[in-house]
């Protein structure tokens, strides 16, 4: 029996470990990656809480643990990659995914700690990191499994369900179809049912390029105009940010201080938008143009989060800055991918202002300039995207001029059921992109967002008065 615990903090008891395999066992294959797979190969977490019910009273851990193992025993049978290890291509020293049916791993643990203790589930809490099976990484690629699990029994009577998936198998949209498959699959307080989904299309396809050209000396992304070729306006305003920040570094005669915003503790920070919140801050932004101008949630929330986050910041109005969202491309691409593509299949669009200009725009002004960089991702812009991506696959610094967002409100997380009943709340962890913006449906209202946002300390307090002012 293992313990995960720190001094004076609760503990988490480990109870069982093993490897899970599928159930229908696929021959040995290397699947090629794409560069949109190679971006982050790290585990991604997210943790899903179960609240005490009259059902759980007769549940042990034991039955919970064994459920949630046949489930991914039949799951992987389909989604089999997913049992598989990283490995580096010996020819070109790149990631790519060896098919080898080593399976996933998934853990049993208790602890006395009640649900109730860990205050509003929405709000990120360091003792979720006890909840998730996190392998040791010791650089090699190949030893770590694709996909981890924990249940875990709190004192109350409830469960959580840590989840762990390298970002290299699945994008958002395919990392909610596999949990989907994986909770109907998994016969706790339930029958399994049918997920009724299109069996996932694991091959790359048109997404592997070959024979590009890189740059060295040029951190990680080179602009795509330097590849020669078509623009790519994420890559191009990643490649300014930072030759801006290695200037501004050289003017205050610090050039190594480009890497000082990732030393930075963050503060993980989740605002509960209500729908009606979010119709008040639509009334404020429009007035009387609000019945005749049309924009989505999200882009009303990105562009009042980076006006005012851009705003607590206090950048001179000369600064360039920098608004990047994913999008997903199954149907950008000719030919298109097929619904059930499984791999990553998103590409950033991205928006650049001076400090002054965002500040002065109207939020009208703004929505527009986020929808012209959403219409502009079509075939060229993902070719030369992927193109440029075929640099260093060295990490970015972080970059305080800018902000990623992720748009998670069509994939309700919180309504798998892998108990009886929708989870409380699916949280994620902390995830390598510290300084993005998730975007989650709210469990309670169904026109809510909760916005989970890593931030500096210093600017929490102005930040949230910018960001809630005009919704309250």
């Known amino acids: 029996m293992a313990e995960k615990h720190d001094q004076n903090s609760p503990t988490v008891h480990v109870t069982k470990t093993v490897s899970v395999f599928p159930k229908l ?81 998934v853990v049993e643990a208790t602890t006395n700690v ?7 589930l929405s709000q990120y809490n360091e003792f979720f990191e006890k909840l998730v099976f996190k392998p040791v990484f010791n650089g090699d690629f190949s030893e770590i499994p694709l996909v981890v699990a924990q249940v875990t029994r709190f004192g109350c009577g409830g469960y959580s369900i840590g989840i762990g998936e390298s970002h290299s198998l699945f994008d958002g949209p395919a990392t909610y179809d596999f949990l989907r498959a994986w909770a109907s699959n998994s016969a706790i307080l339930k029958e399994k049912r049918n997920p009724n989904q299109q069996k996932p299309v694991h091959e790359r396809g048109r997404l592997l390029v070959t024979n590009f050209h890189s740059q060295k000396g040029i951190p990680s992304l080179p602009s795509s105009a330097s590849l020669g070729v078509g623009a790519a306006a994420a890559v191009d305003h990643l490649y300014q940010l930072i030759n801006q920040a290695v200037s501004t570094a050289a003017k205050l005669g610090a050039p190594g201080n480009i890497h000082e915003v990732g030393n930075s503790n963050l503060v993980l920070k989740t605002f509960n938008l209500s729908g009606a919140m979010i119709e008040k801050l639509k009334s404020k932004a429009f007035g009387e143009r609000r019945g005749s101008f049309s924009c989505s ?21 000369g600064t360039v800055v920098c608004l990047q969202f994913a999008v997903d491309i199954r149907n950008k691409v000719v030919p298109p991918l097929p ?40 075939n060229n812009y993902v070719n030369a995207y992927i193109q440029a991506l075929a640099g260093s696959q060295g990490s970015l610094p972080p970059l305080k001029e800018l902000i990623m967002v992720s748009d998670w409100t069509r994939m309700p997380f919180h309504k798998l059921d892998f108990l009886r009943g929708e989870a409380a709340y699916a949280s994620p962890l902390v995830t390598p992109m510290p300084l993005a913006a998730y975007f989650m449906q709210n469990p309670i209202d169904p026109r809510g967002i909760d916005v989970r946002i890593g931030l500096f300390p210093g600017i929490l307090n102005a930040f949230s008065h910018f960001f809630l002012t005009n919704m309250q």
Request: net charge neutral; glycine share 6%.
């Open 114 to 120: 009640k649900l109730s203790e860990l205050g509003d």
């Open 297 to 317: 949630y999200f882009e009303l929330v990105a562009t009042h989060l980076w006006k005012a986050r851009t705003r607590a910041l206090g950048l001179q109005n």
């Open 339 to 378: 619904q059930a593509f499984s791999g990553n299949a998103y590409v950033l669009a991205s928006v650049a202002l001076t400090a002054k200009e965002l500040e002065e725009g109207s939020h009208a002004t703004i929505i527009e300039k986020i929808k012209e960089a959403k219409n502009s991702i079509d």
């Open 25 to 105: 066992l696929h021959p040995d294959k290397i699947l090629k990656l794409s560069n949109l797979d190679r971006q982050c190969p790290m585990l991604m977490y997210l943790v899903f809480f179960y609240k005490a019910s009259s059902f759980y009273n007769n549940l042990s851990v034991e039955s919970v643990f064994s459920g949630l193992k046949s489930g991914l025993e039949e799951t992987l049978s389909d989604w089999y990659p997913a049992a598989g290890r990283l490995r580096l291509n010996p020819d070109d020293g790149k990631l790519d995914l060896w098919c080898n049916n080593k399976g996933a791993v």
